[in-house]
């Protein structure tokens, strides 16, 4: 059974940092493009970064770059998301998904996912 689990969540003041674990169970991670979204309360889901597996391709949305850091440890069947100086406006709830077709270069769009994990919560506040 394919399985995407999201950890490392949590409170957070602005400046801080936080990194979000994705685990994956009943398939090899590393195979496939991963990437990250966020959706934040009353607003629609958006892709922040990602990570191909074909030729280790990465790509951030313009509001996270420079700021977050995606990675993976195919060791241990898991993708992080480094998030550094975080901004009020970076609360949300955070998920990870994955391609179900192999070396897929990886994109933004939520479309181009077929499993998603159940989510964590960021909050960033003063």
């Known amino acids: 059974q394919v399985q995407l689990v999201e950890s490392g969540g949590g409170s957070v003041q602005p400046g801080g940092s936080l990194r979000l674990s994705c685990t994956a169970s009943?398939?090899?991670?590393?195979?496939?493009?991963i990437g990250w979204f966020r959706q934040a309360p009353g607003k629609e889901r958006e892709g922040i970064s990602c990570?191909?597996?074909?030729?280790?391709?990465?790509y951030y949305a313009d509001s996270v770059k420079g700021r977050f850091t995606i990675s993976r440890d195919n060791a241990k069947n898991m993708v992080h998301l480094q998030m550094n100086s975080l901004k009020p406006e970076d609360t949300a709830a955070y998920y990870c998904?994955?391609?179900?077709?192999?070396?897929?270069?990886?994109?933004?769009?939520?479309?181009?996912?077929?499993?998603w994990g159940q989510g964590t919560q960021v909050i960033v506040s003063s």
């Open positions: 998904a994955s391609s179900q077709i192999r070396y897929k270069i990886c994109s933004l769009a939520i479309t181009d996912y077929d499993y």
């Open positions: 009943g398939f090899t991670l590393g195979y496939y493009a």
């Open positions: 990570i191909s597996s074909a030729d280790g391709s990465i």
